[in-house]
């Protein structure tokens, strides 16, 4: 019977175990080994000189600002040590990652700088969740390797509407690094205000940047270019790409502000809403834009936004020179207007050699399927979603329901949207699946990866922007990188409360999805 329990314990154990790691996203293979690992102030951290240097510093700089451990970088040393090795591999995912922690030692072990990143991180985030006193971390002892299931595994930011500013980017983009996220998409420009510098056009900037959604009379809030070098870099040392989104033709009132003579007009409800298709000289001064965020984010991709143009372009219909445009271009109505300007402004990205991004709209433009990348944004239209796949484009899943990060996350919250009653609790991005989207199994690689949207009408404050955030990055992350098959929401929601923990000692303003009460939702005074 002794020998049937103990049986019966080895066969279940590393099962157990493997569900109790605290690593968010969950890695898609993990074996709990005996033993542990003791780290202190006298372990090295070992690469080889001019190798790996930047990853080991990270680890260095992480552990000293969360732990207060301070661990120095060696090019050779007896163990137990943290040795970082980049190894040949026929493994084509550039993000895979070995980590290997014995009681004599810890391994971080990758093909590419990208994996060994990962590696790190999963190991910060052990070191985090495990008891320290005196300096000394005491590890359970791991065989993990992982890789993560989408390419794109992303965030946007709005901050037309609310400028946050650097120091809440920085914040942001070191959060999705510890969750291995790796698209930060910046919505520099709407209705409410441009926040980034054009050296050609400095109004833009000095006049469109006044105002945000809830003050149209702010003073003026925009990145300068070094700012924004610098936020680029920082997320480039943490392998996050930045990806800008300059709104066109649509969504323009803030440029319409600084320069109104490219204004194509609006709406009553959304006035000097679009740029003017008809004019030459509005594609020369998008152009010079364009040329200007070319050389300020290296990502060679640019969103362009093209949805909702329909909510201002009531007065192309009496503009003379859109009469002339789509006479002399056969166009029939302001739908094939707006896809005119869309295909010409997308070859003015092309020639910058980069990707166009565009909202699910441009699924009905007849764009070149190798350089446009389909953002899929109306779950009410899965129409769209088909179409964009049928046609052969790349496509990021970033659907209102569950991804829109401004919808709320229970019934008794006041400020925040709703979709036909739906909102957005942790458990629904969790359990997001494209197995009820109409993809078709051939189609499943043109599916890039997903998107969360953090759209901030109704996020004014820092604090809010957290509360609406935490810890709903983490099913976000666990969604784009875990295997459908190794994620369980009630296991899941333990490692949340692993998380809950750093959010306290962080100072992290977070929504707590077990206990509510405990996190009052902000106060926002002017939707009262």
Not at 235 to 247: C, G, K, L, S
Not at 346 to 357: G, I, P, Y
Request: net charge neutral; glycine share 6%.
């Amino acid at each position: 019977m002794k020998n049937k329990l103990l049986l019966l314990l080895l066969f279940i154990c590393p099962y157990t175990f493997a569900q109790q790691c605290p690593i968010v996203p969950l890695p898609n293979n993990i074996e709990a080994l005996a033993g542990n690992f003791t780290l202190n102030n006298n372990t090295p951290v070992i690469c080889k000189k001019g190798k790996l240097e930047k990853q080991a510093n990270y680890l260095q700089q992480e552990l000293l600002k969360t732990t207060g451990l301070s661990l120095a970088i060696q090019s050779d040393s007896k163990l137990p040590a943290i040795t970082l090795n980049l190894t040949h591999s026929s493994e084509r995912n550039s993000s895979a990652y070995r980590l290997e922690i014995r009681p004599n030692g810890i391994k971080v072990i990758a093909p590419t700088e990208q994996g060994i990143f990962y590696g790190i991180v999963s190991l910060v985030q052990l070191i985090r969740n495990s008891p320290i006193k005196n300096n000394t971390a005491i590890i359970q002892c791991w065989n993990i390797k992982d890789f993560p299931r989408y390419q794109w595994r992303g965030i946007l930011l709005d901050e037309s509407r609310h400028f946050f500013g650097k120091q809440t980017v920085k914040e942001i983009l070191d959060w999705m690094a510890f969750y291995k996220l790796n698209r930060f998409h910046w919505h520099l420009t709407d209705e409410p205000g441009w926040r980034i510098e054009i050296k050609g056009y400095p109004l833009l900037a000095l006049s469109g940047g006044v105002g945000s959604y809830a003050n149209p009379f702010s003073p003026s809030q925009y990145y300068t270019q070094e700012e924004i070098k610098e936020i680029v870099a920082y997320a480039r040392e943490r392998f996050i790409e930045v990806v800008p989104e300059i709104d066109m033709p649509g969504h323009a009132t803030a440029a319409n502000k600084a320069y109104p003579i490219f204004s194509g007009g609006g709406s009553v409800r959304n006035p000097e809403f679009t740029f003017n298709p008809g004019k030459d000289t509005t594609y020369a001064f998008l152009n010079k834009v364009l040329k200007e965020i070319d050389a300020l984010f290296p990502s060679q991709m640019m969103h362009l936004g093209g949805d909702e143009v329909s909510f201002g372009n009531e007065k192309w219909k009496q503009d003379e020179q859109v009469k002339q445009l789509m006479q002399k271009n056969n166009l029939p109505d302001l739908v094939a207007v707006e896809h005119y300007f869309s295909k010409r402004m997308a070859d003015s990205v092309f020639h910058l050699n980069n990707k166009v991004l565009l909202w699910d709209e441009a699924a009905d433009c007849d764009l070149p399927t190798d350089k446009t990348i389909i953002f899929w944004w109306r779950q009410d239209h899965p129409e769209q979603l088909k179409k964009a796949l049928d046609k052969g484009f790349q496509t990021v899943l970033c659907p209102r329901l569950p991804f829109y990060l401004d919808f709320v996350q229970d019934s008794t919250q006041r400020y925040g949207r709703k979709w036909q009653g739906n909102y957005n609790p942790i458990e629904k991005l969790y359990d997001f699946t494209i197995q009820s989207l109409p993809v078709d199994k051939n189609q499943l690689d043109q599916i890039l990866g997903i998107e969360a949207a953090l759209w901030t009408e109704n996020i004014q404050s820092k604090l809010k922007l957290e509360y609406m955030l935490f810890p709903r990055i983490t099913a976000l992350a666990e969604s784009a990188w875990t295997n459908d098959d190794q994620k369980n929401f009630s296991q899941f929601k333990e490692r949340v409360k692993g998380q809950i923990k750093l959010y306290k000692r962080g100072d992290v303003y977070f929504y707590n999805p077990f206990a509510p009460s405990q996190t009052p939702e902000p106060f926002i005074a002017t939707e009262l």
